[in-house]
Nanobody
Framework: QVQLQESGPGLQKPSQTLSLTCTVSGGSITTNRYYWSWIRQPPGKGLEWMGVIGYSGSTHYSPSLKSRTSISRDTSKNQFTLQLGSVTPEDTAVYYC????????????WGQGTQVTVSS
């Protein structure tokens, strides 16, 4: 059974870069045909897909966030990381890391989520 666990700062100041890490256990991030996404949910709003890194290391981002989003991975630690630059209070949300199979937009296994608040 795969498990995903998000970690990172709960409070971020505006204009800084947010960095969140997802640690995966029970499955390798390099296993063929699995994709690893970041999804967020602002308070009172729906889920927003941010981007994905695939089993080969290829990445794909939401057009609305592409200019300030980067996803990378550390295969030795079985982790993948989200960086979101120039954050504003509108980036306040619960951030989830998610595993999917056979495509960018499939989501089968979710982390518990981590709250990030952007405030001065």
């Amino acid at each position: 059974q795969v498990q995903l666990q998000e970690s990172g700062p709960g409070l971020q100041k505006p204009s800084q870069t947010l960095s969140l890490t997802c640690t995966v256990s029970g499955g390798s991030i390099t296993t063929n045909r699995y994709y690893w996404s970041w999804i967020r949910q602002p308070p009172g709003k729906g889920l927003e897909w941010m981007g994905v890194i695939g089993y080969s290391g290829s990445t794909h981002y939401s057009p609305s966030l592409k200019s300030r989003t980067s996803i990378s991975r550390d295969t030795s630690k079985n982790q993948f990381t989200l960086q979101l630059g120039s954050v504003t209070p509108e980036d306040t949300a619960v951030y989830y890391c998610v595993r999917g199979y056979s495509g960018y937009y499939s989501y089968s296994d979710w982390g518990q989520g981590t709250q990030v608040t952007v405030s001065s």
